[in-house]
């Protein structure tokens, strides 16, 4: 009997501290924002050195890195196009009483800088409105914005446990994710902690910390589409002090439309 209540506590610790890992980057906690360390910032990517990639361009004419995983073949980095597939530009949104009051398509570079390095670590940030534009489409041709069975794919060929899966997607080495926690990067998918592009704070009053950047080299989120579109989006939340990465096998995390998160495509099967 006491073994069985043993098991139990532990059982609760754990969906406490998993349950706190998935609302660290969650729009719905304001207080966790963590500011990035003041360690230089890293202008190459660390993919995996024993892995075999593919490349593929966008219609901005950028060059990814590309790793067949299972039967898909995912982005290695994050999306940074400027332009929809048709050639229209998306709207690049700086400010950010601007970026608070979106309800069409934009995208941005986090904190706003246009040092071309950082830019093609981290990728663009976009907001939900963005992905929603099938009529354009944000993703290259012959390419789609990663949705849910990609996702669940990913999750049930090799990554298997969600509250480890983050420890397999991040990039490996300690050059831009923040904390001591271990990253393998074993199958190529060199996930980067880009941060985020927040809404509003919930916190202080609107206009003062209306469309704020966050969390670079602690989080991530990659916004991910379902069969029928919603109006808030789902993501996947990877961050710097948790193994998992979540919203890949339970419970979905929606995300209102003016979030700025990164993108990966996956080739059209």
């Known amino acids: 009997m006491k073994q069985m209540k043993l098991t139990q506590s532990f059982a609760i610790l754990f969906a ?40 593929m361009t966008d219609q901005d004419g950028n060059e990814y890195k590309t790793i067949t995983i299972g039967k898909r073949t995912w982005m290695a980095e994050n999306l940074r196009t400027t332009k929809y597939r048709n050639g229209e530009l998306i709207a690049n949104v700086t400010d950010s009483l601007a970026w608070k009051a979106l309800s069409t398509a934009a995208y941005c570079n986090y904190n706003n800088t246009t040092n071309v ?6 990728g663009r940030l ?16 012959g390419w789609h914005v990663a949705d849910t069975m990609d996702w669940k794919a990913l999750y049930s060929d090799t990554l298997k446990i969600e509250s480890l899966s983050g420890i397999t997607l991040k990039e490996a080495g300690g050059s831009h994710w923040n904390g001591n926690r271990q990253t393998l990067n074993s199958i190529g998918f060199t996930a980067i902690p880009a ?36 109006t808030d989006g789902f993501g996947i939340n990877i961050v710097t002090d948790g193994d998992g990465a979540y919203g890949m096998a339970a419970t979905k995390i929606k995300y209102k439309p003016r979030f700025g998160f990164s993108i990966r495509c996956v080739k059209d099967l």
């Not at 729009?27 to 993919?47: A, L, Q, W």
């Not at 390095?117 to 981290?122: A, N």
């Not at 809404?199 to 670079?216: Q, T």
Request: glycine fraction near 6%; proline fraction near 5%; charge should be negative.
């Open 195 to 230: 941060g985020y592009r927040q809404e509003s704070s919930n916190n202080a009053a609107d206009g003062v910390r209306a469309g704020y950047f966050a969390n670079l080299g602690n989080c991530t989120v990659f916004w991910m589409t379902k069969p029928k579109n919603g």
């Open 126 to 141: 976009y907001n939900w409105y963005s992905v929603l534009d099938t009529t354009r489409n944000i993703a290259p041709k």
């Open 16 to 55: 406490i501290v998993a349950l706190i890992l998935i609302v660290s980057c969650n729009d719905s906690i304001d207080s966790t924002v963590i500011e990035p360390t003041d360690k230089p910032f890293d202008p190459i990517v660390h993919f995996n050195d024993k892995t075999v990639y593919g490349t």
């Open 117 to 122: 390095d950082s830019i093609k670590v981290l």
